[in-house]
């Protein structure tokens, strides 16, 4: 199971979930704190701006940065959830959660998965570079940015609420 949430609640969602891995995407200059119940070597801090563009200063959300969120994602043994978050819970975390569980089930139908995203929740707005990026390194020939198009910018919202994304539907 993967749980998705802002900032302010990685503290409460990895608690209330008893999570045992944490990816973090954030900012350069944004501090999280590990929650103590997660291991050094179960925390993965990915650096990167929310944008799509490049933009002078900011950090693009580049093929590394998904090649190591894959290479985390796959040393799971999902014994015990995920916790997935960014500043918000709203666009690098929930184009993260999405990216995993199709790496993670590869037979499960991108525009299945990105309906139930939408559904599970109404702020979800993936950040499209991160999507492409791993539509490329999963050989999703564009299906997942093409879902991810389809389902479109989600609500409004200062903070997204929690929610947790099955990896098999």
Known sequence: MIHVCSLSKVEE?????????????LAAGTEVTRPAS???????HL???????AQEGMTMPGEEHVRNLLDFARRWDRARPL??????????????????????????????????L???????????RLIAVADALLDRNGRMTRAIQVIGRGAEAFEGTPFELKIDG
């Open 13 to 25: 969602t990895v608690a209330k979930t008893g999570a045992e891995r944490l990816l973090s995407l």
């Open 38 to 44: 997660i291991a050094r070597e179960n925390h993965l």
């Open 47 to 53: 650096v990167m701006h929310d944008i799509a563009v």
């Open 83 to 116: 916790v997935v978050h960014c500043y918000a819970g709203i666009s690098r975390s929930t184009a993260s959660a999405y990216i995993i569980a199709a790496a993670l089930a590869p037979q499960r139908c991108e525009v299945e998965l990105a309906e139930t």
């Open 118 to 128: 939408r559904a599970l929740s109404p702020t979800a707005t993936p950040n499209p």
